[in-house]
């Protein structure tokens, strides 16, 4: 009860990835869910504000009542949400992001190692076999013997 040791579990990184993922996808769900009802909820709201209230009823604007125009693209917006979370996700979710992270790094190494190559064919390095050679510091011409090669 009062021991200095802490009674941690050790989750491995692939199940945390699970669970982070799982709690991800549970809360975009609920979070449509949620949406769906505050949409239905509206929606009953404004065709009663209208029809039976009488709110603005002669404002109907391409012939239709307001409320109509409201409700519709409400239901645009609720649609691109569903979309959003039952199709995308499952075409862009954590899978194909982690394929497209891959590919990319593969890509970058391969470029890496391409560039790599390049120089050490341009700029090879000294070989550590036979020593290097010495370069003799240059001669210089000396002014009283100008006749004289430089080599000698």
């Known amino acids: 009860m009062f021991s200095k040791k802490k009674n941690t579990s050790k989750i491995d990184y692939e199940q945390q990835e699970l669970y982070e993922n799982a709690r991800r996808r549970a809360k975009q769900k609920k979070r449509l869910f949620q949406h769906f009802v505050f949409f239905l909820i509206g929606s009953v709201f404004l065709i009663v504000l209208n029809v039976v209230i009488g709110y ?75 020593p290097a050679e010495r370069l003799e510091p240059s001669k210089k011409i000396r002014p009283e013997d100008p006749d004289r090669p430089i080599n000698s």
């Open 56 to 130: 603005k009823e002669d404002v109907k604007p391409f012939g239709q009542n307001w409320f109509v125009w409201i409700v519709l693209l409400w239901a645009l917006i609720f649609i691109v949400h569903f979309f959003n979370v039952y199709i995308v996700n499952s075409f862009m979710g954590r899978d194909w992001e982690a394929k497209e992270i891959d590919k990319l790094v593969k890509k970058q190494k391969e470029k890496i190692a391409q560039l790599q190559e390049k120089v050490e064919r341009e700029h090879p390095l000294p070989n550590k076999d036979r």
